[in-house]
């Protein structure tokens, strides 16, 4: 064995160095992100390192996942998407909590109001579409259940209360004998994904059109009546909507993600259409090709569009586009810094372009209409930090 004496001058300059090279690998580890470490920096003129944060819909939750994976990868940047619901998504960007919010319907104009007084102008950019699907449980019931927005009315305002009542079997004569209650679940925090089902209420029974209460909404005041059940979120409608003689909606990925059985929904041709990723986007181009000439620019009010009921043949009735919420100056709302900014702009870059590609087997999810993409990727030029430009980059 070889014992080293304090006096050993060898030893202590090997030590040293010793020291010295861990502290050289130990700095050029955190600066590379070697450890995972989340040290903001940069890589070829690109920050590395941010970590952005963002909230809102669930709707569009799996392909957002996608999107932020992708975008780590590829930036070695992190996003922290929170899917709360569109309506706490509206609210923690306008408190600003987070640098962009995703929601499933265009703001109000109270909510556009409060958040222009928070962060001035905002962009709206169309991002995703896909198909908010109606979903049931029903075990004495085969084939596929078809609905019409007038008895999905009649149902949610407590007027149609067992399955088979004569509206419902006038369109399914498999339910004649099926004397089970229904419980219409519905979802009781502020979704937009019930902002598109009530769209398609409102535009299909005149008592939800014109009541004060109800009508188009992220959050209506839903009728009380035995077999009305609230959910509160996503995930907690899923589970209530499987009690058999429930019924509910919610997005196409997770109804598939949860072997849930859906409903067709009468267009309206008088045609009864089961929502596929081939049948949404053909409404969504309908409706696009219908309008596109009176939609508003990406910092305008979108709060009047609908992508609900178009009236194509073979066009599924409850398509719904997801926009993308961030502040034109970024500094006015949770961005900390230009290099945030930078990062926060090559996301949606990214999110506009690249993540446009994926299995839709996979992600039942639809692209805006590209003059859409387009318009949300000049938009984008338009961020400032504090009135001045910032960098742009690619990776």
């Not at 903001?40 to 994976?69: D, R």
């Amino acid at each position: 064995m070889v014992v080293r004496r304090r006096g050993d001058r060898g030893a202590l300059y090997g030590s040293v160095a010793a020291v010295v090279i861990v502290a050289i690998l130990v700095g050029v580890g955190f600066s590379t992100n070697w450890y995972g470490l989340r040290a903001a920096g940069t890589s070829a003129g690109c920050p590395t390192g941010v970590e952005l944060q963002g909230a809102g819909a669930n709707f569009p939750a799996a392909i957002v996942s996608q999107w932020t994976t992708g975008y780590a990868t590829a930036s070695s940047n992190a996003v922290n998407y929170q899917s709360v619901g569109a309506g706490q998504g509206i609210t923690d960007i306008t408190d600003k909590s987070v640098d962009f919010a995703v929601t499933d319907e265009g703001l109000t104009s109270s909510q556009s109001t409060a958040l222009t007084g928070a962060v001035g102008t905002f962009l709206t950019i169309p991002v995703t579409g896909g198909a908010v699907t109606i979903v049931y449980s029903l075990s004495e019931f085969t084939g596929t259940l078809k609905l019409t927005g007038a008895e999905l009315a009649g149902i949610y305002l407590g007027a149609i209360t067992a399955w088979n009542n004569s509206a419902l079997v006038a369109t399914n004569p498999g339910l004649a004998g099926v004397n089970v209650p229904i419980t219409a679940v519905h979802r009781s925090d502020s979704a937009g994904m019930t902002y598109v089902f009530t769209n398609l209420l409102s535009d299909d029974n005149k008592t939800w059109n014109t009541s004060a209460t109800l009508g188009t909404s992220l959050d209506p005041t839903w009728p009380t009546f035995t077999g009305a059940e609230g959910a509160d979120g996503n995930s907690a409608l899923l589970t209530d909507v499987k009690t058999n003689g429930a019924v509910g909606y919610t997005d196409l990925y997770d109804a598939q993600e949860k072997s849930l059985t859906y409903a067709a929904v009468e267009d309206p041709a008088g045609g009864f259409i089961t929502p596929t990723v081939a049948d949404t986007a053909a409404a969504v181009s309908h409706i696009y090709n219908r309008t596109a000439s009176t939609l508003p620019p990406i910092t305008g009010d979108w709060s009047t569009v609908s992508w609900v009921n178009a009236n194509g043949a073979g066009e599924y009735p409850l398509a719904t586009l997801v926009y993308l919420l961030v502040p034109q100056d970024p500094a006015k709302g949770h961005t900390a810094s230009a290099t945030d900014a930078t990062a926060l702009r090559q996301f949606v870059s990214y999110v506009l372009t690249k993540g446009q590609t994926y299995d839709t087997t996979e992600f039942p999810f639809v692209s805006p209409p590209t003059p859409l993409l387009e318009e949300g990727a000049a938009a984008l030029g338009a961020l400032n930090f504090n009135g001045a430009s910032f960098q742009s980059c690619t990776y």
